[in-house]
């Protein structure tokens, strides 16, 4: 079967790091991408990770392992902003994105 | 630059009457994506369009769900009729030719449907 594994929930404090992690188990694996969907709005893309390794867009990194089904979203120095549902998802064999079921951030003062 | 529009973005219906969505991608967008999101979910995949294609429809429940894409641009996902596990969010969303790189989906902010 397919499944992505995520935390439902984490809470932080403004300008902290925090680590959300993803496990997969799919048919076929071609990269896992981020994604963060604030409430009542659209997903919108965060970064792509297709080989092993961290890949860094701003205040945001994301890591893969593919050998571990593994991958994780950084988020340094954390915004009100940023309080919102994060999704990692795998693009298949079959060239599908499948979405984890997310994890809601919370981020106070 | 537009994003992906689609409307309407709140519908109220009661349980076996049909409804209709409608999507708009970016335009030069090839690819067009349906996908259901449950409460507290992730979007599941319902139809994927490749120009006026459906090249993946597998997850879609073909009793009660249509779509189509006419020309190939906009996209229209029907129900008929509805029954209240329908009651979701629908959302469209539309990339560059589904074949590889990062695959970016360009999302629209979704039509909540409830079904009474």
């Known amino acids: 079967g397919q499944s992505l594994e995520q935390p439902s929930e984490v809470t932080a404090v403004e300008g902290a790091i925090v680590q959300i992690n993803c496990t997969y188990q799919?048919?076929?694996?071609?990269?896992l991408s981020w994604y963060q969907q604030h409430d009542g709005g659209a997903p919108t893309f965060l970064s792509y990770?297709?080989?092993?390794g961290l890949e860094e867009t701003g205040r945001f990194s994301s890591f893969l392992s593919r050998s571990d089904s593994y991958g994780y979203l950084l988020l340094q120095e954390l915004q009100m902003k940023d309080s919102a549902s994060y999704f990692c998802a795998v693009r298949d064999g079959y060239n599908k994105l499948i979405f984890g079921a997310g994890t809601r951030l919370a981020v106070h003062p | 630059e537009a994003g992906v529009v689609q409307s309407p973005r709140y519908k109220i219906i009661e349980k076996k009457q049909p409804v209709a969505f409608w999507c708009n991608p970016i335009s030069g967008h090839n690819t067009l994506y349906w996908y259901l999101q449950n409460l507290g979910q992730g979007p599941e995949l319902l139809i994927r369009y490749e120009n006026e294609e459906a090249v993946d429809d597998s997850q879609l429940p073909k009793d009660r769900f249509s779509a189509e894409r006419l020309k190939g641009v906009d996209s229209t996902l029907k129900i008929q009729p509805a029954e209240l596990g329908d009651s979701a969010v629908y959302l469209c969303a539309s990339s560059l030719r589904n074949s590889g790189g990062a695959g970016e989906q360009f999302f629209g902010p979704g039509t909540r449907l409830t079904v009474l």
């Open positions: 799919t048919s076929g694996f071609y990269g």
């Open positions: 990770n297709a080989l092993d």
